[in-house]
């Protein structure tokens, strides 16, 4: 199984809302990964998890808070957000965080109102 | 010096025809060098990636070229298909991983059947 699932794969929210966002990954990778994603444009970083254990935040606004629960699973929690925030949202993983292949999800594409 | 510079932004080629898509980059510290391939609404997978310790890697119809002194590198598709439309991303990294992967703007590619 190289699959990272995320979900939802749609999200609409206001910007009063509190949402979050799911990934998780059974193939025993131990770096977890959030990108975000603009229109025609290349994916950001976000955050990375390695060995559960936030290892870099790229400066986001503290509206979008991450959490690892296990190492399989991830989540992103949305508070607060802004229109510009819309996105495709995309997981990651690797097998560790000095290791090679990618994985990514298919993303959940965040539209806030 | 983190950036990864990417040509063309948009490319037609007739089905059968070769693609190809170049990348540059500054920071001599990278050492990891994957293509991603992104269909509309779907995450980037990887098709390919290479080390600077080889000139060209070949994986079926794709082909990446490796020059370390002139800190370029890009992506050859041969026999270009109406399935290979989609939109590809180069990028690198640094200490051998994905931690951390830079990615260049995307070439959007289109194969006229």
């Known amino acids: 199984d190289t699959e990272v699932t995320q979900t939802p794969k749609h999200l609409v929210m206001g910007m009063t809302n509190k949402k979050s966002l799911k990934c998780e990954q059974h193939?025993?990778?131990?770096?977890m990964y959030w990108y975000k994603q603009k229109a025609k444009k290349p994916p950001e970083l976000m955050f990375v998890?390695?060995?559960?254990?936030?290892?870099i935040n790229e400066s986001v606004p503290s509206r979008f808070s991450p959490e690892c629960p296990n190492s399989s699973l991830l989540n992103l929690h949305l508070h607060a957000l802004q229109p510009e925030d819309s996105a495709l949202y995309l997981c990651?993983?690797?097998?560790?965080?000095?290791?090679?292949?990618?994985?990514f999800g298919q993303g959940t594409r965040l539209t806030v109102v | 010096q983190q950036q990864v510079k990417q040509s063309p932004q948009s490319l037609i080629v007739q089905k059968g025809g070769i693609s190809i898509i170049n990348c540059a980059y500054e920071?001599?510290?990278?050492?990891?060098f994957p293509w991603y391939q992104q269909f509309p609404g779907k995450g980037p997978a990887l098709l390919i990636a290479?080390?600077?310790?080889?000139s060209e890697k070949k994986e079926g119809r794709f082909t990446i070229s490796f020059n370390k002194s002139a800190k370029q590198f890009s992506l050859h598709i041969m026999d270009s298909q109406p399935g290979d439309s989609a939109t590809y991303f180069c990028?690198?990294?640094?200490?051998?991983?994905?931690?951390?992967?830079?990615f260049g703007k995307g070439t959007k590619l289109t194969v006229n059947p």
């Open positions: 998890y390695s060995y559960e254990k936030l290892s």
């Open positions: 290479i080390r600077p310790d080889v």
């Open positions: 990028a690198a990294s640094m200490q051998g991983g994905s931690e951390k992967l830079v």
């Open positions: 990651a993983s690797t097998a560790g965080h000095r290791n090679t292949e990618a994985f």
């Open positions: 920071n001599t510290a990278f050492d990891y």
């Open positions: 193939m025993g990778h131990r770096a």
